[in-house]
């Protein structure tokens, strides 16, 4: 078996994140078929590895795994991604380093700034977080959205049941978790013969079936991407609420202007400076001196004149 790796780092949890709930019209929602694979329905060939044997790069591989059946609805092609877009993607977001990634930035990276597949570029409208306890939700999300992106946490159990080619189920002991990883989830299964059974992922390279019990038991965030609102057009009868995600989305990317700080106060006009004082001290009583002179001449000048001497 080819070595596997994992690389989702711990959830982050933004409050901002549009829920998949507050956009979702229930009572416009077809029938729910109890089978569907976005893969069978669209003619998607999928078993690509994407580097997530060598690296811890599951959430970029995820994101390859969706964009293909994203394409192959938009253009009617399958496009070939390349393990050196995945592997720039992947370091580009992580800095150089083989660190794993948070599923919620890289999403908010995918959907702002686009990525390079199959020699394109991409970018994707929106996305909202799924409420994975709710199966009914999580079946709409799969048959109407083209699939699931989704992290969770991997127990040795998981493993071994993979290497063995087993569905993925809860067993006891598991033998611990040893790390999180991101997957995509494009189909259901839900009844075969009498048994009960869950969704269908494309991870390491090959389809893996798990089980309901399993999803609840390890599953810790679920997303929904919007790869465009064409087919979204008509509020009478579209099951998503189209213009009450524009609303969301202008409010959560609206970018308040900053305030323009006040005009400082116009100073007051400068007082032509007078003379200069001199820093000796005799000069400056030199100066007072002088100074009250002609006031004493002046008041002199008018007792003479107004009171002549006697002769």
Known sequence: MPE????????RVDKRTIKL?????PALLPPIPDTFDIHAALGVSDSSMYLNDIYGDCVIAGRAHMTLPFEKFQQGIQIQISDDEIKNEYFAETGGQDTGLVMLDSLNVWRKEGWTAGGKHYDIYAFASLDWTNHDEVRAAIYLLRGIYLGFQVPQSAIDQFNAGKIWDVVT????IQGGHCIYTFA???IVGYNEIGPVCMTWGRRQQMT??????QVDEAYVVIDNINKWQNPATDPLDIPALVAYLNEITHVIPPVEPPAPPTPPAPVPPGPTPSTCPVGNGMAKAFSVLPGILRRQGRFLYMNPPRK
Request: glycine share 12%; hydrophobic share 40%; no cysteine.
């Open 212 to 217: 309901w019990r399993f999803w609840d038991s």
């Open 21 to 25: 709930s507050s956009i979702l019209r």
């Open 4 to 11: 596997i790796k994992l690389g989702k780092l711990p959830a």
């Open 188 to 190: 259901f299964i839900d």
């Open 173 to 176: 002991p598991d033998g611990g």
